[in-house]
Nanobody
């Protein structure tokens, strides 16, 4: 059974950094695309970015690309989201998701069919 699970959320002060992790089980990570999404209170879910683990190519939300970075550790079947210079507006539930394939040019949510339960990130001002 394909599953993904997030970890690493928490409370951080504005300007700080946090690294989220996504552990995949039941599938070989290097054959899947893995994405990070977030949903702030009262807002729709949005894509943060995604990675094709087989070659490391990444795509990011344009507004986040300078502060966020996605990487994969295929040996551990994990994908990480490094978030730097965090702002209160980054407060959200962050979700990891995957699909069997490649993300070309972006991270359309409808492609991702395996989702984690989410991890909460709160950035205090």
């Amino acid at each position: 059974e394909v599953q993904v699970a997030e970890s690493g959320g928490g409370l951080v002060q504005a300007g700080g950094a946090l690294r989220l992790s996504c552990l995949g089980t039941g599938f070989p990570l290097d054959e899947y695309a893995v994405g990070w999404f977030r949903q702030a209170p009262g807002k729709e879910r949005e894509a943060v970015g995604c990675i094709n683990s087989h070659d490391g190519t990444t795509h990011y939300s344009y507004s986040l690309r300078d502060r966020f970075a996605i990487s994969s550790d295929n040996a551990k079947n994990m994908v990480h989201l490094q978030m730097n210079s965090l702002k209160p507006e980054d407060t959200a539930d962050y979700y990891c998701a995957s699909f069997d394939g490649r993300a070309w040019g972006g991270c359309p949510e409808e492609l991702f069919n395996y989702w984690g339960q989410g991890t909460q990130v709160t950035v205090s001002s």
